[in-house]
């Protein structure tokens, strides 16, 4: 496909989804696949690129240079951003597997938005790269984009995209031709080009410093733009708030113990911390009880920090579970302290890092989706978006269990209030809850299992799927000889707040 028209397929999802499945999304982003592949590795690997990198690449596609990245950086440091779904897809699925290389890079490192947004990753990149993107998109977008990524390079770190270059002596009102490779471009049309002195503009007020534009050997003569990220006060206050939140993190389960519930400790953040793993054994009991097998898909909405995903890991088979998690320094703190790099790399977990609990980019359907003590913290509008990825991912007659708090337990706390809560929490009377999940198109039941301080309801696409309330006896989630969950034996009581 020619270069000056391509980039109307990637917003062409259909056509894009038609030629990835004909194989050919190696056009789409332009061709002279091998030529721009290893000319992108070569040019990077010049500037200093070493194994223990974190890169960004801006407009990967379908992984051009990104095979190349990725066999050579460490396994992770690789990451990944494209308006294209389908063209990741096919990096993912067809040229990483084709080059043995899936189990360098974890799948959730590639994120599909058009808005340059990377802040899901909650990584601080060492370089960012943007090659041939900025040729098809206006000086807006290049301003938008560098303000974006200016907040997930690390200070010092290098940005490096390609433009067309219209030389400050030539009249750039009109088209310009480029050699080599005979490409026309126009400063108010696709393909663009851009003087220097935009560039410069483009980061008026941003934390960068143009360095150079160059020459650098493209086919097709475009030129490659280098800035450097400057530091910032915000960025000496960031670093020292990053220190105190570090000393925290550090800190083994134990020592943890004595932290408030909500602080930045994997075993805290997410609730009592004495309770850590109480509470992810409840769970797992719960899907087990509920006839969850090793052989099943299951999504975990709001998974934090794996204290039940652990047990579910160890379950089911490899490449079964999925988190969804927007704060990804739970996963990752977990991780290094308590499961290891090897373990995670043999079970593969697949993971979403985003607050909006959708679970379509997945591509899967799932028999089993918990959800335990998040809908405690998300308002209607956030339940109402919940509920509609459940019911379009959950299999027919597949199960879904979440947890909520009745504001007769806690009257309290907030009343279906909008948006996240947390710390803190929200209620919800048992009439809105079955009201939303009926508008959804779902059907729910509460469930006696038991929850020291919330309830407990069964979700599903199906009335009959529903556990049914002769099986209730057997459904207490009792817990012997513990005295935090004395209450399991007796009667079932009040309910606290807490997640």
Not at 160 to 167: E, K, P, R, V
Request: charged share 20%; hydrophobic share 40%; proline share 6%.
């Amino acid at each position: 496909m020619a270069e000056s028209n391509y980039i109307d397929a990637y917003y062409d999802v259909e056509n894009v989804a038609d030629l990835v499945r004909r194989g050919h999304h190696r056009g789409v982003v332009g061709g002279l696949w091998d030529e721009i592949g290893q000319l992108q590795f070569d040019y990077l690997l010049g500037q200093g690129l070493a194994p223990e990198t974190r890169l960004l690449d801006i407009g990967c596609g379908c992984l051009r240079g990104g095979v190349h990245l990725v066999r050579y950086l460490n396994p992770g440091n690789y990451f990944g951003i494209d308006v294209s779904q389908e063209l990741l897809d096919a990096g993912y699925d067809v040229e990483l597997a084709a080059a043995k290389l899936q189990s360098r890079l974890p799948r959730e490192n590639l994120n599909a938005n058009g808005t340059f947004d990377a802040g899901m990753f909650g990584v601080q990149f060492d370089v960012a790269i943007a090659q041939s993107v900025f040729t098809h998109l206006s000086y807006n977008q290049l301003k938008l984009c560098m303000a974006r990524t200016a907040r997930c390079v690390r200070p010092g770190g290098k940005f490096y995209l390609t433009i067309f270059l219209a030389d400050e002596g030539e009249d750039w009102t009109g088209p310009i031709r480029h050699s080599p490779g005979g490409i026309s471009t126009r400063p108010d049309a696709n393909p663009f080009h851009y003087q220097h002195s935009d560039l410069m503009h483009a980061v008026a007020g941003l934390p960068w410093s143009l360095v150079e534009v160059v020459e650098w050997g493209h086919p097709r003569g475009q030129r490659m733009a280098v800035f450097q990220r400057l530091r910032t006060d915000e960025d000496a206050e960031t670093a020292d708030r990053s220190k105190r939140s570090d000393d925290v993190r550090s800190l083994d389960r134990q020592a943890a113990k004595a932290l408030p519930i909500g602080a930045q400790h994997y075993a805290t953040y997410v609730g009592p911390s004495e309770q850590w793993d109480l509470m992810g054994a409840t769970q797992f009991r719960l899907l087990t009880s509920l006839g969850l097998r090793e052989n099943h898909n299951l999504l975990d909405i709001g998974c934090g920090s794996l204290r039940s995903g652990r047990l579910f890991l160890s379950y089911l088979n490899p490449g079964r579970y999925f988190g969804i998690e927007p704060n990804k320094w739970l996963i990752d703190d977990v991780v290094r302290a308590e499961l290891g790099e090897e373990f995670i790399r043999l079970r593969r977990p697949r993971f979403l890092y985003t607050s909006d609990f959708d679970a379509r980019p997945f591509g899967e359907r799932f028999d089993f989706i918990i959800a335990q003590s998040i809908f405690s913290h998300a308002g209607p509008d956030m339940l109402r978006a919940a509920l509609a990825s459940i019911r379009d991912t959950i299999r027919p007659g597949g199960l879904a269990l979440a947890t909520f708090i009745d504001p007769d337990d806690q009257p309290r706390m907030a009343l279906e209030a909008d948006g996240w809560t947390y710390p803190g929490c929200i209620t919800y009377r048992p009439e809105t809850i079955r009201a939303m999940v009926d508008a959804a198109g779902l059907y729910c039941r509460k469930l006696p299992w038991y929850h020291p301080r919330q309830i407990w309801y069964a979700i599903s696409d199906s009335a009959s799927a529903l556990p049914p309330p002769e099986h209730d006896h057997l459904l207490s989630g009792a817990v012997l000889n513990v005295r935090d969950f004395a209450a399991s034996v007796a009667p079932r009581g009040g309910h606290g707040g807490q997640s």
